[in-house]
C-alpha cells in the first residue's frame, strides 16, 4: 500500500542522511523524498511517499520516530489529505507542435513559463495522477526534459502536524 | 571560566562523574590528552587497540550502572573504534565515545587522517555530534550522556575536530537537557497495564520472558517480586541472564536456540506470554510462523515502541520503563485479592516439571579429556557463583552462558546482538576496574582471544587479576559445529593450526600461565588461580576438540523441534 508520510526534523546538517540512511538500511522503499525548512527555520518538513505492508509501515512509523531529531510523524495518507507535486516539462514546439502543446497545457491548467523558437517550458502542478496523465497525453518524442519535485502533503482541515 | 575546548570536554567528563576513559592518543586528540595530563579525576586506561578501548569502556558499562566512556583520534582511530560501538549498539549500552577529526578548515579536503566518522558510525549510534563551534562542546556532551543512558541506551558519538579543541570560550556546564525532539516515554500506559494484569490473573499457562532490558533498566528486584507473586514459570534471554536468580525453582534457563528444552517448550506452548525488555530475537523464538502456529497472548513491556510487534504480533503493547510498569503491576496486584487459579497453574507446573525432568543441560563427563561443561561447573563452584564472568563468542559463550547460574544482574557480560569475538578480554578489563575487588573470569576460546590478545599488556599496565579461562579446543568450535551438522563435515578453514603456547605467551607479558590437561587437575588449577589475588592468571584448559553444544534449535526450524544431545542426530 502506498502511504505519505509527513515529518518535522530539527534543520541540522545530516538530518537528511539519517532519514535516508535508515530506509536504505531497514530496505524500506522510497517513492520520493521531499524536504525544505519550515515557517519556523529551525525545522525542515518532509514528505515520504513509501509502499509497504501495514506491518512494514507501522516499523518506519516507529523508527522515524526513534531518530533523535525527528520532532514528529504522521502518516498523512490515513485520512483526508491534500497532495501535491510541481513538475517542469520542456517540450520540443515547433510548426504545428506549438498549438497543440499549448492546447494541452491549457486542457490541464499548466502554464507555460518559458518560451524559445523551438521550445517551451511547462510548469504543472497536481497529484501524481494529474502529472502522470499530462506526460501519457502528450506525444512522447517531444519531450525534451522533466523534472518533478516530488509530492509535498497537508492533512485537511484540523489535522496539522506542528509542535 | 576561559577554557579551551579540550580543557572544557576533560571538565565535562568531570561533571559526569566519570573516573574512567578508554582510549588512545593521536593527532587531532593531542589537546584533549593534554588537559587529561594537567588533572586526575579522570582516569586514562591506556590500550592497546582502540577496539579495545571500546569495548572496555562498554564492559564498564555493563557491570555497573553508569556511562562508558572511551576516547580516540580521527581515521584509523575512528574506524578501529567501530566494531566496539556497533556492539554496544547491537546490546543497548550506554556509552559516549569522543573521536577527534580533523580541522574544521580541512575537513572535506581529504586530509590526513581524514574519514567522515559521523557518516561511517551513524548506522550504528544511537545518536552522533559533529562540534563545529568551541561554544558548543559542553551542551553537546551534556546531551550525549543524556541520551546514551535515558530511554532505550545506546552509544553516542562526539567528533571533535582539532582546532575546535584548542579554541577557548566561557565554561559552564549545562544543569539540564531538554530537547523537543527526544522525549522517552516512562510511565506505562495505565489501562494497558490493568488489561496486562487481567490477562496474567487467568492465563491457564502462563509464561514470563525477559531479556537485557531487565538489567538495563536495573529492575532485577521488581522482576523477582513480581514473578514470585505470580507464581509463573520464566526465562531469561543471553542478555537477560541474571535478571531472575538461575538457582530459583521457578526458572526455567535461558530460551532459544541453545537455551533449554523446558524454557523453550514452556514459552511455545504458554497461552499467555509476558515478555518484559526481551525483543523476540530470530536466536530466540526459531521460525517466527512456527512460533505463531500456537494461539498466544502476548504482552510486551518495552521502552522502544519499535521492539514492538516487529517480528512478533503482540496484543498488549506497554511503552514504558519497565521498572515502572513492573511496580505498577505490583501495585495492581497487591491492591488485589485475585490470585491466579493454583489448580490451574498447578497442572501447568506439572507439565513443565515434565519438560524439566528431561534434564536437557545433561552431558557425559569424563576422566580422560576435559569437558568443556565441567570446567564452567568448577569455575562456578570455586567463584561461588559469584564472579563477574565474561565471554567471547563461540562455543564456550553458550557453555558460559548454559553451566555458570547466574543469581545477579551484571554477573554476565558478552556480545549477544552483534557476536562479536574479541571482546571477553576488554569486557573482563572494563568490569575489572569498575569492580576492583571483584572476581573477575573471562570464559574464552583460543580463537576468540587471539582478537584482542594485545590487552595482556594493558592487564599488566593496569594489574587487573583477571582470570581468563581459555576453552582450547583448537577449533573455530562453533563454526566447526555447524559443518558438522549442516555442511557435510567439510570443515573448511575452522581449524587453528600453529596457536601459540598461551601459557607461556601470557609468561611474556608478565602474568601467570597454566596450561590444564587432565579433568582431575581442573579444579586445583581454577582454586590456585583465584588464590593469587593480584595476579592475572591464563588458564588454557585443552578440551575435547568434538564436543557440540546442544540443546540445539537448527535455524529456520520452529522452537519445539530441538536436537537435545547427540543421540538425536
Ligand atoms: C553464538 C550466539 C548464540 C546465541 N544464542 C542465543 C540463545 O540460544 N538464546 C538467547 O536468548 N540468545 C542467544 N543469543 C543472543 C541473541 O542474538 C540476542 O542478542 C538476544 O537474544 C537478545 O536479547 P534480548 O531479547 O534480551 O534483547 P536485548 O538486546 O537485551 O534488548 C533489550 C530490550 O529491552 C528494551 N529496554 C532497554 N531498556 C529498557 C527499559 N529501561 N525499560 C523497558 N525496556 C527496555 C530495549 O528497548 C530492547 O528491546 C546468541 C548470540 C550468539 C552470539
Ligand atoms: C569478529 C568475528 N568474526 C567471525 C565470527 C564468526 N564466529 C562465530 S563463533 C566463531 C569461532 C570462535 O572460535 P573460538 O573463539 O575458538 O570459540 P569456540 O567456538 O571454539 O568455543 C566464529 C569464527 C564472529 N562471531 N566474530
Ligand atoms: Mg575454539
Known amino acids: 500500500m502506498r502511504h505519505v508520510i509527513s515529518l518535522l526534523i530539527e534543520n541540522e546538517s545530516g538530518a537528511l542522511s539519517r532519514v535516508s540512511g535508515l530506509f536504505s538500511a531497514r530496505g524500506y522503499n522510497i517513492e520520493s523524498l521531499t524536504v525544505a525548512p519550515t515557517e519556523d527555520a529551525s525545522m525542515s518538513r518532509m514528505t515520504i511517499v513509501t509502499t509497504g505492508s501495514d506491518d512494514i509501515i507501522e516499523q518506519i512509523t516507529k523508527q522515524l520516530n526513534k531518530l533523535v531529531e525527528v520532532v514528529k510523524v504522521v502518516d498523512i495518507s490515513e485520512a483526508a489529505h491534500i497532495e501535491r507535486e510541481l513538475m517542469l516539462t520542456k517540450v520540443r514546439a515547433t510548426g504545428k507542435d506549438r498549438e497543440e502543446m499549448k492546447r494541452m497545457a491549457e486542457i490541464f491548467r499548466a502554464r507555460i513559463i518559458d518560451v524559445t523558437d523551438t521550445s517551451y517550458v511547462i510548469e504543472l502542478t497536481g497529484n501524481q495522477t494529474k502529472l502522470d496523465a499530462f506526460i501519457s497525453a502528450i506525444d512522447p518524442a517531444l519531450v525534451l526534459e522533466t523534472v518533478r519535485s516530488g509530492v509535498c502533503g497537508v492533512g485537511r482541515g484540523d489535522r496539522i502536524l506542528k509542535v | ?569
Open chain 2, 1 to 569: 571560566m576561559v577554557l579551551t575546548g579540550a580543557e572544557i570536554v576533560i571538565r565535562c567528563l568531570q561533571e559526569e562523574k566519570v573516573d574512567y576513559v578508554f582510549g588512545y592518543p593521536g593527532g587531532a586528540v593531542l589537546y584533549i590528552y593534554d588537559a587529561l595530563f594537567n588533572q586526575d579525576k579522570v582516569r586514562h586506561v591506556l590500550v592497546r587497540h582502540e577496539q579495545a578501548a571500546v569495548h572496555a569502556a562498554d564492559g564498564y558499562a555493563r557491570s555497573t550502572e553508569n556511562v562508558g566512556v572511551a576516547l580516540v583520534t580521527s581515521g584509523p582511530g575512528a574506524t578501529n573504534a567501530v566494531t566496539g560501538i556497533a556492539t554496544a549498539y547491537c546490546d543497548s549500552i550506554p556509552m559516549v565515545i569522543i573521536s577527534g577529526q580533523v580541522p574544521t578548515a580541512a575537513i572535506g579536503q581529504d586530509a590526513f587522517q581524514e574519514v567522515d566518522t559521523v557518516g561511517i558510525t551513524r548506522p550504528c549510534v544511537k545518536h552522533n555530534f559533529l562540534v563545529k563551534d568551541v561554544r558548543d562542546i559542553a551542551a553537546t556532551i551534556k546531551k550525549a550522556f543524556y541520551l546514551a543512558r535515558t530511554g532505550r541506551p545506546g552509544p553516542v558519538l562526539v567528533d571533535i575536530p582539532k582546532d575546535v579543541s584548542a579554541h577557548k570560550c566561557e565554561f559552564e556546564y549545562p544543569k539540564e537537557v531538554s530537547m523537543r525532539s527526544y522525549n522517552p516515554v516512562v510511565k506505562g500506559h495505565q489501562g494497558q497495564i490493568r488489561k496486562a494484569v487481567q490477562l496474567l490473573l487467568e492465563a491457564k499457562r502462563p509464561m514470563i520472558y525477559t531479556g537485557g532490558g531487565v538489567v538495563l533498566a536495573n529492575a532485577a528486584e521488581q522482576l523477582t517480586k513480581l514473578t514470585r507473586l505470580l507464581g509463573f514459570p520464566i526465562t531469561n534471554t543471553l542478555m537477560g541472564l541474571g535478571g531472575y536468580p538461575a538457582s530459583d525453582r521457578q526458572y526455567l534457563g535461558m530460551p532459544g536456540m541453545h537455551g533449554t528444552y523446558e524454557a523453550n517448550m514452556a514459552m511455545h506452548y504458554s497461552d499467555v506470554l509476558l515478555a518484559v525488555g526481551a525483543r523476540f530475537d530470530d536466536r530466540v523464538i526459531g521460525n517466527p510462523d512456527h512460533f505463531a502456529e500456537e494461539p498466544r497472548k502476548i504482552i510486551h513491556v518495552d521502552i522502544d515502541p519499535s521492539s514492538i510487534s516487529k517480528r512478533v504480533r503482540v496484543d498488549v503493547p506497554i511503552v514504558g520503563d519497565l521498572k515502572d510498569v513492573l511496580e505498577e503491576m505490583i501495585r495492581q496486584l497487591e491492591a488485589n485479592a485475585a490470585r491466579p487459579n493454583p489448580d490451574t497453574l498447578g497442572s501447568w507446573w506439572k507439565q513443565v516439571d515434565e519438560w524439566r525432568s528431561r534434564e536437557c543441560m545433561k552431558y557425559k563427563n569424563s576422566d580422560e579429556i576435559i569437558k568443556p561443561q565441567f570446567v564452567i561447573q568448577k569455575l562456578w563452584e570455586v567463584t561461588g557463583g559469584d564472579a563477574i564472568v565474561t565471554s567471547d563468542v563461540g562455543q564456550h559463550q553458550m557453555w558460559a552462558s548454559q553451566y555458570y547460574r547466574f543469581d545477579k544482574p551484571r554477573r554476565w557480560l558478552n556480545s549477544g546482538g552483534l557476536g562479536t569475538m574479541g571482546v571477553g578480554l576488554p569486557y573482563a578489563m572494563g568490569a575489572q576496574l569498575a569492580n576492583p575487588g571483584a572476581q573477575v573470569a573471562c570464559v574464552t576460546g583460543e580463537a576468540s582471544i587471539q582478537m584482542n590478545i594485545q590487552e595482556l599488556s594493558t592487564c599488566k599496565q593496569f594489574r587487573l587479576p583477571i582470570k581468563i579461562c581459555n576453552l582450547n579446543n583448537r577449533y573455530l568450535g562453533m563454526v566447526r559445529q555447524w559443518q558438522q551438522l549442516f555442511h557435510g563435515e567439510r570443515y573448511s578453514e575452522s581449524y587453528m593450526d600453529s596457536l601459540p603456547d598461551f601459557a607461556k605467551l601470557a609468561e611474556a607479558y608478565g602474568h601467570v600461565g597454566l596450561k590444564i590437561e587432565r579433568p582431575s587437575d581442573v579444579e586445583g588449577a581454577l582454586r590456585e588461580a583465584f588464590a593469587r589475588k593480584n595476579d592475572l592468571v591464563f588458564l588454557d584448559f585443552q578440551i575435547d576438540q568434538t564436543e557440540n553444544v546442544y540443546p540445539m534449535v537448527q535455524g529456520g526450524k520452529g522452537l519445539t523441534e530441538m536436537i537435545l544431545s547427540a543421540e538425536d542426530l
